[in-house]
């Protein structure tokens, strides 16, 4: 709990201020888009932000990140026949967007695999 009346977090919510970084879906006058991948539902921004870390290898930096998870957003959402643009908001006088994505640096680059076989179980 933040311990705020609630007058006081509505006016903290619209100074729009984190005290941190917020990763946000959509503009404030903007739905969130869900969509069909393959045989399942999801958020477009959510599949989107995690296919993008599980694939990320390098060093890039959260600013440099957002950027490409919201490129990929947008043509999404345009395929889907809606347009849906994520926002990054960051800690003001702060580095944040100059840190790497997870605050911390990568030391083992990430790998991919494809099951080309399963025998018995």
Same mark, same amino acid.
């Given at each position: 709990? %933040?311990? %705020? #009346?609630?007058?006081?977090?509505?006016? =903290?919510?619209? !100074? /729009? !201020?984190?005290? /941190?970084v917020v990763l946000a879906s959509a503009r404030r006058d903007q739905f969130a888009i869900d969509a069909s991948f393959n045989d399942f539902y999801a958020g477009l921004f959510t599949y @989107? %932000? *995690? =296919?993008?870390?599980? =694939? =990320? #290898?390098? $060093?890039? @930096?959260?600013?440099? #990140?957002? +950027? $490409?998870i919201a490129r990929n957003v947008n043509a999404l959402s345009f395929e889907q026949g809606n347009f849906q643009e994520p926002v990054l908001f960051v800690k003001p006088n702060s580095d944040y967007q100059q840190r790497p994505m997870y605050f911390i /640096? +990568?030391? *083992?680059?990430?790998?991919?695999a494809v099951i080309t076989q399963v025998k018995e179980n």
């Open positions: 709990m %933040l311990g %705020l #009346s609630t007058e006081e977090f509505k006016k =903290q919510r619209r !100074i /729009g !201020i984190p005290k /941190g @989107t %932000l *995690t =296919q993008y870390l599980w =694939q =990320q #290898s390098g $060093n890039l @930096t959260l600013g440099e #990140s957002f +950027v $490409n /640096g +990568v030391k *083992t680059p990430r790998a991919e």
